[in-house]
């Protein structure tokens, strides 16, 4: 599987049970991409902001992300980091619990679906586990989530069964042909 370029920028409206929206900006580095994203809604009557600066190395791995999120609650801040031996950690401090993540999930963003599609560039038929550090809005908690991702045959785009068995989520993503998640049911449709 191939992907075409990404575009300089991408946008998704949240549906379901947010009412809001996401904005990303990419950007080639040296070794990698840098995304810089914003998201905001509404969701059970409270109202939420994030920004995210996420680095990726040249094979879609996670290298860090600067995460800031702004409630009524107050304001956070969280720097995630995964060196080349696989340690991650959480504002400097080792999180063991995380070891084996390539990726981070940000819960405010239907971009960060993107970055095991786009490393794994899977055949059909195929599953891959990807396990992530998943962030938590707005308070912006850290937990492990395992995560699979099955490549269904497809005649009409790109498309995965989607696994996440500690929210009960099992649902089918349609990507682009750029790797960007096109639809994520209940949660994000791509714009335009």
């Keep these: 599987m191939t992907f075409t370029p990404l575009p300089e920028s991408a946008a998704w409206r949240h549906v379901g049970a947010q009412d809001g929206f996401e904005t990303v900006f990419f950007r080639a580095a040296a070794s990698g991409y840098v995304v810089d994203g914003h998201t905001a809604a509404v969701e059970a009557g409270e109202i939420w902001a994030v920004h995210f600066t996420l ?83 707005p308070d912006l908690a850290v937990e492990r989530l395992e995560q699979t991702y099955l490549r269904l045959a497809s005649d009409d785009g790109i498309r995965f069964e989607y696994r996440a068995a500690r929210f009960e989520v099992l649902c089918e993503l349609q990507f682009a042909d750029d790797g960007l998640v096109r639809e994520y049911p209940d949660i994000a449709i791509r714009i335009p």
């Design 55 to 137: 680095e990726v190395d040249e094979h879609w791995v996670t290298r860090q992300c600067h995460v800031h999120s702004w409630s009524a609650t107050g304001e956070r801040e969280l720097l995630l980091s995964h060196d080349p031996a696989g340690r991650w950690r959480i504002d400097g401090v080792l999180a063991p619990a995380l070891d084996g993540c390539l990726d981070v999930d940000l819960e405010s963003s239907a971009c960060t679906n993107m970055l095991p599609v786009r490393r794994a560039a899977l055949p059909e038929l195929q599953t891959m586990s990807a396990p992530a550090a998943y962030v938590r809005v």
